[in-house]
């Protein structure tokens, strides 16, 4: 790649590469900055600057973004104190659709969390809710060569020692601050992927663990204001709705086989 396969940008460094190598987890090409316009900005620089192999994961760690990317191409702020990264993953040609993808993180990320004993929902496709109110947010993208997967790419943000808009939370407002260690949270962030992609060989499994942390049973549509029971996922991640004898579904990605990079 003619260039060292982890990079950092700041000091301090040492201490997360450190980390992910006590946990077996030391695959990862890094780059971390203090302040950046988007982590995936960031990101498609430097595949740019350094083609895709499709051997080590990557991703850009940023303390602050003045104009991260969210759904729907929003601009959002992400100030210091929580997790913004942007990852380019290898992703198995088993699970090729985005929505899944997504919710894949979702729920590895949601297992992390967990582990500290809070009890995480999923509102789909993409939030993780704690009592009812924001705490992280997945943007999947899936890169296409033809038909085959070429690399998956997600955005991450995670809201840990950060001020926070009405209606989402941080982890400081729920844990001691020994354990809100912004370090700590962004390793754990980047095993989450690892695992994220251990389990998109078990699709299935993603899809009943998805399942089982639904943040509502019924959902509005934003068009209609129609109510819908929620009865489900799909195994490609689409939302499986009913309303009495009517069914339907929703998917929020769309999957592009001419994407190239």
């Known amino acids: 790649m003619g260039a060292a396969p982890l990079?950092?940008?700041?000091?301090?460094?040492?201490?997360?590469?450190?980390?992910?190598?006590?946990?077996?987890?030391?695959?990862?090409?890094?780059?971390?900055?203090?302040?950046?316009?988007?982590?995936?900005?960031?990101?498609?620089?430097?595949?740019?600057?350094?083609p895709w192999s499709g051997l080590s994961p990557r991703a850009v760690l940023a303390d602050h973004q003045i104009r991260g990317h969210g759904q729907y191409g929003r601009r959002w702020m992400a100030p210091k104190g929580g997790v913004w990264l942007s990852a380019a993953l290898p992703w198995p040609q088993q699970q090729s659709s985005t929505g899944l993808f997504g919710l894949t993180v979702a729920v590895s990320l949601a297992e992390q969390v967990e582990s500290t004993g809070l009890q995480v929902s999923i509102k789909w496709p993409n939030d993780l809710i704690i009592e009812s109110r924001k705490l992280a947010g997945v943007l999947p993208t899936l890169v296409f060569r033809g038909s085959q997967v070429r690399l998956a790419?997600?955005?991450?943000?995670?809201?840990?020692?950060?001020?926070?808009?009405?209606?989402?939370?941080?982890?400081?407002?729920?844990?001691?601050?020994?354990?809100?260690?912004?370090r700590v949270w962004q390793g754990a962030v980047l095993r989450a992927l690892d695992r994220a992609r251990e389990l998109a060989l078990e699709p299935s499994m993603v899809v009943r663990r998805a399942e089982q942390r639904l943040w509502a049973s019924s959902v509005a549509d934003p068009d209609t204001g129609e109510s819908w029971q929620v009865r489900g996922i799909g195994m490609d991640g689409r939302l499986l709705l009913e309303q009495g004898t009517r069914r339907t579904s929703w998917t929020r990605w769309t999957d592009s086989p001419d994407q190239d990079l």
């Open 7 to 50: 990079t950092f940008v700041r000091t301090g460094r040492g201490r997360l590469l450190h980390d992910l190598r006590l946990h077996g987890h030391d695959s990862w090409w890094l780059r971390r900055l203090g302040v950046c316009a988007s982590t995936e900005g960031e990101l498609s620089q430097w595949l740019m600057q350094q």
């Open 153 to 182: 790419r997600i955005g991450v943000g995670l809201n840990v020692n950060n001020p926070v808009p009405p209606g989402a939370i941080s982890l400081r407002e729920l844990l001691c601050s020994g354990r809100c260690r912004l």
